[in-house]
C-alpha cells in the first residue's frame, strides 16, 4: 500500500495534538516502525516487486530457451527428436504463438556456433543471481531435456555439468541433482515407470532405490529426515514461492509435475516401511 510511507507524519500529527511535541517524536519514530514492518510484511508474502520479478521472469525464459539449443548441439547436430522435444515443451507451457516464435528463435540462437554460454550465465546470474530455486529450476529443466530421449551422452552431461558450475553448483551437487532428475522422472505420472531401454520390468528393490534417489537421501535415513527431505523438497516446487521469486507462471505447470514425482516416490517409500 503506496500510503504506508506517511504512516510516520500521520502518527506524529496525531502525537503532537494529543501530547505536544513530545507525542509528535514518540509518533514519528513509531510511524516509521509501523510503515518498515508492513514493508517487510509485503515482501514476505508477495516476494519481489513486480517490475523486478519481470525482469527475472523474461531472464528464466531467456536463459532456458538460448540453453536448451545449445544442449540440443552439444553432439554437433540437432536431431528431429531434440526439436519435437523443445516444440512439445513450449506446448506444456501453454504458450501464445508470439511466445513460441520468440522461444524457438532463441532455442537456433543457442544452436549457432558463436553463442556465448559465459556472457548468457553472467547475464542469468545479474537478474535471479540471489534466487537459488530459479538457479536449481534452470539446471532441472536442462537436464529433463537431455533425459527426454532416454538417455544423457557424454557431450549432453559435460555441457550441464559445466552450465551448472558456472550458475555456483559443487561438483558433488550437480551429481547429486543428476541422480535425483533421473530417478524423478521414473515416477511421471504418480508411477514408477522403467528408463527407456529396459529390457524386463523392475524389481521392488530397484523402484524402491530409485525413489530414494529421487529425494536425495540414503536408504538408511531415519523417518524423521526422509520427512524434512521430503518437506523442503515439495516446499521448493510450491507455486506461491516460485511465482515470488520470479519463475514464470507458464513454467509452474512443469514445477507441479516434478513435485507430483517426488510425491509419488515418497509415497512408495513409506508404503515400503510400513510393511517392515
Sequence with gaps: MRYARYAKYIVAILGYIYYGFWGALLGFILGAWLAGRFSRTRAGMFGINPKRRASRQTSFIKTLFLLMGKLAKADGRVSEAEIAHAEAFMKQLGMTAEHRQEAISLFKQGTKSEFSVDQTIEEFKVNCGGATNLK???????????LADGQLVEAEQILLRDIAIKLGFSEQSFQQLLRMVQAQSQFAGGHYHQQAGGRQAPSAAESLASAYQALGVEKDISDAALKKAYRKLMSEFHPDRLIGQGLPEDMIKVATERS??????????KKSRALN
Design 136 to 146: 536449481q529450476l534452470l539446471v532441472m529443466y536442462l537436464l529433463g531435456t537431455a
Design 260 to 269: 507430483k514425482e517426488v510425491q509419488a516416490a515418497y509415497d512408495l517409500i
